[in-house]
């Protein structure tokens, strides 16, 4: 797009504005990363200014991205990471959240945090009912010993622990199965959850749910699938972190938005649950350079058990590599130890794998079916078309394509 000084934007309007126009004049100004729009004018769709209100709107936000935020002035000041903290985005828990609107029917508002430049140099763990959107006016850099932390946590609470922010949002079931001992699928996102294993002889497994068709808002991934008698907690699901820069983004750090692992019951004859689904990662700046870590994988399944007493088996969740050069690898499910039926693994790095489904009960006699693996949620590059800068990144799964 061809920068315009804001004067001759604002000439423009002049010149085919008037009371007696019936269509609205539009007009696009940018400058400095941003759109701007003249006084009397608001940031629309597509970054055009239009005359439906009447104050001045700072508008960010790729055309190919999830979420363009306008403000009524650009922000200010300085959001540093510098040492390990928590943000929790439920409603006013977070002074520094501004409550914004998505677009979209039954969409979730979103925690946004404002400034003119980011930097996040430690640990940011983020919890919460809301998906948390960082924006930064001027830049966003995020250096190697930076993390943000929104994934679903099995050791914060029994059984499956709570999934990351915004991890709320509704998700469609899948088809029930005929058995009373069938493992519970696992959560779709990206691709879809892993069916869970079969409990008995004869039976139907439970299916996941469909996969996340058209994406057109920030949004969490799906919760893995109960073992349904008695109802079960599947595994939580990843959270959504939306990370918007006017200018530039620099990533050398680590993002993890992965979904947790199913839960197993006690008892004898008894499925497991199914894992959760990764979550959202997006980023979106006119200058995007990769380095680090971005990890969206889904859970693992828990096993089902044929004997009241034995160890708990739940499916774990992913781990982000342990160097540079390791692979991502899938999370396990449920270990039966040779007395049940072992769990699915989750979705990993192949954006066409959906992870493995839950094992079926060893033989009639003894029954539970397993959970089925998470699947992999979804990582956003949005760039406005230019390419981004990629050296040494890390991705998993691969960004999910749009236009």
Known sequence: ?????????????????????????????????????????????????????????????????????????????????????????????????????????????????AAETISIEAKLSVIGSRPLVLLASGALTFEATGAIDAAADNNRAAPAGPGGPGASEPCEAGATGTGNADGGAGGSFGTAGAAGGIGLTGATPNGPGPVIGT???????????????????????????????GRSMAIAGSINVSGAGGADLSGANVGGAGGGAGGLIGLDAPALALRGTLMANGGGGACGRHHSGDDPCPGQAPALPATSSSPFVPAAGGSANGYASDGGTGATDVPASPGSPGGVAADSAHFGGAGGGGAAGIIWLATGGTPPNVSAIRMSPQPFPHP
């Open 1 to 113: 797009m061809t920068r315009v000084p804001w004067f001759a934007c604002l000439a423009a309007v002049v010149a085919c504005y008037s009371p007696t126009t019936e269509a609205p004049c539009t007009v696009t100004c940018d400058f400095a990363g941003d759109k701007l729009c003249p006084a009397g004018l608001t940031c629309g769709p597509g970054g055009m200014c239009g005359t439906e209100a009447s104050s001045c709107a700072a508008c960010f936000g790729q055309p190919d991205g999830l979420l363009q935020v306008c403000l009524a002035a650009r922000p200010t000041g300085t959001f540093d990471v510098g040492s390990n903290m928590q943000v929790d985005t439920t409603p006013g828990i977070t002074d520094a959240c501004i409550t914004y609107p998505q677009p979209g029917s039954g969409a979730l508002d979103v925690c946004l945090i």
């Open 215 to 245: 994406l057109d808002h920030v949004r969490a991934g799906c919760v893995g699938g109960p073992y349904n008698d008695p109802p079960t907690p599947g595994g939580a699901a990843g959270g959504a972190v939306y990370l918007i820069a």
